[in-house]
């Protein structure tokens, strides 16, 4: 049975999606509900006008701040970029009040890579430049709260500053379950809730429009307010719904009736609903089974606007089940609508008003970058508002041209949450794998400069890396001849859009295609398809500038039998999908992204029954993101693909695979998504080593799929250095070095502004 109907239906929807053409049509970059006069209507929020109904959403603005909190140079840009490219309301990533009381929320010597709202007044000069800024292009503003981090916050705390992370009650910690977290005092609670009205009274006298209280996805307030953290007896906020209404109601007190306040809160926690029986039988996640309801959220909704609370957005999920919160590529465009509007139908039904006398907005989040279905959305009363985060990180223009009916120049998030997620959680900062001016908005300017002299430059190879090198210097006014060797730009994001899982990276293809066609006709960039280059050719060509994009091959693993035909690198099954035809017992040879991706595939879109991933490190998908990595493994699982980890490949035969595969219980569970991989460079004393006991099996297999990874494929440009084709060469992308798009486009676009 399940735990909630609502819930469980929403992610049964979520499963098979993609096989539902009228769902796949909704992420496209379409203009077939132009003009969006929904879209860009005013709305109130309390006694305020916003100038259309799109939200940026919050990102933490980690490391953009200089150490001690306050926000600096590069937080301003990011934020002004997005203003001045049309949208209306603009929020902050989270900016804690709970210095000193939650240890994981500064580092040691108190500095921060969080933005503060305390300390000083040189910190709250960096917040009023900041919405001096944003308000300059017409745009509102409101920041973001949050009591602190708790559980989720880092457990190097207990190394660096030898004390425990705190929470609502005895909970552990998400990134280590073997350290405890204690619960926070009744008078440790009171005062993150004085610091709460204070911070708000301080945000008001800076010119910042509004608060925007950071309930959600298991962070601290949400471990107050929901009783599968919160397990408080003999406490004043034993009942969970106390510390947030006090703290909404201690905001109010400071700020007067007219200030508004938002508050970002999940419908689910979703944890019964995503685990089933394994609440029963997973340590880490026994004593989270009494999660809140969908009635019990939506009742504590109402009792929050009878506090103070002007305006919600909901979603689902927590860290736990990381991807429902932070939605992969894997997941639907618009997956939350039907949550939205049941929020907008309850709050309809009760006759909802707040304490300003007007409506509730309530806003929509979830994959909603594609304007016609942000405007469908708002026509057909799901939502009041559309929230975009990473949208917004692709494309800071994304309001201005969907404003003006320009859809298909809008530049479209893939989804990989590389470089937005991923990047500050191994110590950068925010950025993004399609355009790389986020996070460096202060340092490179919104406008290419036009080149001093004028170069006869060729690019060989167009992969994300060398169309965007290709583009942007051609551009500046260089003469560029773009050379591929296939009948297709694109390189490996052709086979990499085939899954329907990659709709986002098929949209971004047909981008770049559409970005290649406009240079050709507006700067002269000259594409020449099935042209392989040769190193002397270039060099009679009499060319100024070389840059080398010829990406990597695949790599091949030297073991008996990978020569015999059914064998297939997962590049070329891909490009050749009648390979797999006829398929019942398919191998895949490597775990990461590209294997695991071709698994689901396989099993979802091919109709293989029986489908093995055969991975020799301990973890799959190592290094991804870790929304993206867990829900293709959780869905993996759901689907029956056997994963083997700690399985190393000895021989392919006609019909098997022979393997040696470690079978010692210390060998990890491949299945957890509970738990997320730790940074390579953050060391978890509590592990126990793992023991190696080898045994021998043989695995049916009528197909093998090698996904072992790919190599830099750098024969021309040794063979460039080696002629000295020309003065200046360059070699960027997968031939430097294997990576993302995210080091591709960035390497790309540097060449390209450098020439």
């Known amino acids: 049975m399940p735990y909630d109907p609502f819930v469980a239906q929403l992610l049964d929807n979520l499963d098979d999606w993609f096989k539902n053409e009228d769902q796949m049509a909704l992420a496209r970059l379409t203009r077939d509900f132009y003009p969006y006069t929904a879209l860009f209507s005013p709305i109130q929020i309390n006694k305020l006008m916003i100038k259309n109904r799109v939200v940026?959403?919050?990102?933490?603005?980690?490391?953009?701040?200089?150490?001690?909190?306050?926000?600096?140079?590069?937080?301003?840009?990011?934020?002004?970029?997005?203003?001045?490219?049309?949208?209306?309301?603009?929020?902050?990533?989270?900016?804690?009040?709970?210095?000193?009381?939650?240890?994981?929320?500064?580092?040691?010597?108190?500095?921060?890579?969080?933005?503060?709202?305390?300390?000083?007044?040189?910190?709250?000069?960096?917040?009023?430049?900041?919405?001096?800024?944003?308000?300059?292009?017409?745009?509102?503003?409101?920041?973001?709260?949050?009591?602190?981090?708790?559980?989720?916050?880092?457990p190097q705390v207990l190394m660096t500053k030898w004390t425990l992370p705190v929470s609502?009650?005895?909970?552990?910690?998400?990134?280590?379950?073997?350290?405890?977290?204690?619960?926070l005092l009744d008078g440790e609670c009171r005062q993150i809730i004085?610091?709460?009205?204070?911070?708000?009274?301080?945000?008001?006298?800076?010119?910042?429009?509004?608060?925007?209280?950071?309930?959600?996805?298991?962070?601290?307030?949400?471990?107050?307010?929901?009783?599968?953290?919160?397990?408080?007896?003999?406490?004043?906020?034993?009942?969970?719904?106390?510390?947030?209404?006090?703290?909404?109601?201690?905001?109010?007190?400071?700020?007067?009736?007219h200030y508004p306040i938002m508050y970002r809160i999940d419908l689910s926690l979703a944890l019964n609903d995503t685990y089933g029986a394994r609440m029963n039988s997973v340590p880490s996640l026994k004593g989270f089974k009494n999660e809140r309801t969908v009635e019990m959220t939506l009742d504590y909704m109402l009792n929050?606007?009878?506090?103070?609370?002007?305006?919600?957005?909901?979603?689902?999920?927590?860290?736990?089940?990381?991807?429902?919160?932070?939605?992969?590529?894997?997941?639907?465009?618009?997956?939350?609508?039907?949550?939205?509007?049941?929020?907008?139908?309850?709050?309809?039904?009760?006759?909802?008003?707040?304490?300003?006398?007007?409506?509730?907005?309530?806003?929509?989040?979830?994959?909603?970058?594609?304007?016609?279905?942000?405007?469908?959305?708002?026509?057909?009363?799901l939502c009041d508002m559309v929230m975009l985060a990473r949208p917004l990180l692709a494309d800071a223009n994304w309001c201005n041209k969907a404003f003006a009916g320009q859809v298909g120049q809008i530049r479209p998030c893939i989804g990989d949450q590389e470089a937005c997620i991923n990047e500050f959680i191994e110590g950068g900062h925010p950025q993004c794998s399609v355009n790389p001016r986020t996070g460096f908005e202060e340092l490179i300017p919104s406008e290419l400069t036009p080149a001093a002299r004028p170069l006869k430059v060729a690019v060989v190879g167009a992969g994300p890396a060398g169309i965007t090198c290709a583009v942007t210097a051609a551009r500046r006014g260089h003469a560029v001849s773009l050379f591929e060797k296939a009948g297709r730009v694109g390189g490996m994001l052709v086979a990499g859009s085939v899954p329907k899982i990659k709709y986002e990276v098929a949209n971004y293809l047909g981008y770049l295609e559409s970005e290649l066609a406009a240079c050709q006709k507006e700067n002269g960039l000259q594409v020449f398809l099935n042209t392989p280059a040769e190193a002397q050719a270039l060099k009679e060509a009499g060319f100024d500038a070389l840059v080398v994009c010829t990406g990597g091959r695949p790599f091949s693993l030297k073991v008996p039998g990978a020569e015999l035909p059914q064998v297939v690198q997962a590049v070329d099954l891909f490009r050749s999908p009648e390979k797999a035809q006829g398929a019942k017992q398919v191998v895949v040879i490597g775990g990461g992204a590209v294997g695991c991706e071709c698994a689901h595939w396989l099993a979802t879109e091919q109709g293989v029954k029986n489908v093995t991933v055969v991975e020799m490190l301990p973890y799959f998908m190592k290094g991804l993101c870790t929304a993206n990595r867990t829900h293709l493994i959780h869905d993996l699982e759901r689907r029956g693909v056997k994963l083997l980890n700690c399985t190393r490949l000895q021989e392919i035969k006609a019909g098997q695979v022979v393997v040696s595969r470690n079978h010692s219980s210390t060998v990890p569970d491949p299945y957890v998504t509970w738990t997320p991989l730790l940074p390579e460079n953050v060391i978890n004393p509590l592990a126990r080593p793992m023991r190696e006991e080898l045994v021998e099996e043989t695995l049916p297999a009528d197909l093998v799929v090698m996904a072992a990874g790919l190599r830099p494929d750098d024969a021309l440009y040794r063979a460039c250095l080696q002629n000295q084709a020309a003065g200046l060469i360059y070699f960027i992308g997968d031939v430097f070095q294997i990576g993302r798009v995210f080091e591709a486009v960035k390497a790309g676009f540097a060449v390209g502004r450098a020439l």
């Open 168 to 183: 609502a009650s005895w909970n552990p910690s998400f990134y280590m379950p073997s350290v405890p977290c204690r619960p």
């Open 304 to 381: 929050l606007v009878k506090a103070g609370v002007d305006v919600f957005d909901v979603d689902m999920g927590c860290y736990d089940n990381w991807w429902l919160p932070h939605p992969p590529n894997s997941m639907p465009a618009g997956c939350y609508l039907a949550v939205s509007r049941l929020v907008k139908a309850h709050f309809a039904q009760k006759g909802v008003l707040s304490n300003a006398g007007v409506p509730v907005p309530v806003v929509a989040v979830g994959k909603l970058g594609y304007p016609d279905l942000a405007e469908k959305a708002l026509r057909d009363d």
């Open 194 to 257: 004085q610091r709460m009205g204070q911070a708000a009274a301080d945000a008001k006298s800076l010119l910042i429009d509004g608060v925007y209280l950071h309930g959600h996805e298991g962070y601290l307030l949400e471990q107050m307010t929901n009783p599968a953290f919160n397990r408080r007896k003999l406490s004043h906020f034993a009942d969970w719904q106390v510390f947030g209404i006090e703290m909404v109601e201690e905001i109010r007190k400071r700020v007067g009736p």
């Open 56 to 154: 940026m959403g919050p990102m933490g603005n980690i490391s953009m701040v200089e150490e001690m909190g306050r926000p600096g140079s590069k937080m301003v840009a990011y934020f002004t970029e997005r203003a001045r490219g049309g949208v209306g309301l603009i929020t902050s990533g989270l900016v804690p009040v709970s210095q000193g009381i939650d240890p994981t929320v500064t580092e040691p010597g108190d500095r921060s890579y969080f933005p503060r709202l305390d300390g000083s007044r040189t910190v709250l000069a960096g917040w009023r430049d900041l919405a001096e800024s944003i308000h300059a292009y017409g745009s509102r503003f409101f920041i973001q709260l949050t009591p602190g981090l708790g559980r989720v916050g880092s």
